[in-house]
Nanobody, 123 residues
Framework: QVQLAESGGGLVQPGGSLRLSCVLS????????MAWFRQASGKERELVAS???????RYADSVKGRFTISRDARRNTMWLQMNSLKVEDTAIYYC?????????????????WGQGTQVTVSA
């Protein structure tokens, strides 16, 4: 059974940093794209960043230059380093994995989801 477990969310002031982690279990990770989505209150779930098994990376325009996604295949772990956080980054962040292994992803078609971790950016 494939499982994804996120950690690292919390409360941070504008301009601060957080690092999210996601551990994949029940699957080798080979052939899977892994990604971070987020969902703010009252809004649709949106793709933040993705990394394929071949290390092709994609970012949403809203986070380019501020967020960095990375992945360690041996440890089956993915991270999202978030710097220069803004109030509008406040959301529940979800780890995702999909067998399409493509960098562009649609939330409705994702194969596997984590439980989500809350990120709140507030003064």
């Amino acid at each position: 059974q494939v499982q994804l477990a996120e950690s690292g969310g919390g409360l941070v002031q504008p301009g601060g940093s957080l690092r999210l982690s996601c551990v994949l279990s029940g699957h080798s990770g080979s052939g899977l794209v892994m990604a971070w989505f987020r969902q703010a209150s009252g809004k649709e779930r949106e793709l933040v960043a993705s990394v394929t098994s071949g290390e092709t990376i994609r970012y949403a325009d809203s986070v380019k230059g501020r967020f960095t996604i990375s992945r360690d295949a041996r440890r089956n772990t993915m991270w999202l380093q978030m710097n220069s956080l803004k109030v509008e980054d406040t959301a529940i962040y979800y780890c995702a994995a999909d067998r399409s292994n493509r960098p562009y992803l649609i939330a409705a078609r994702i194969d596997y989801w984590g439980q989500g971790t809350q990120v709140t950016v507030s003064a």
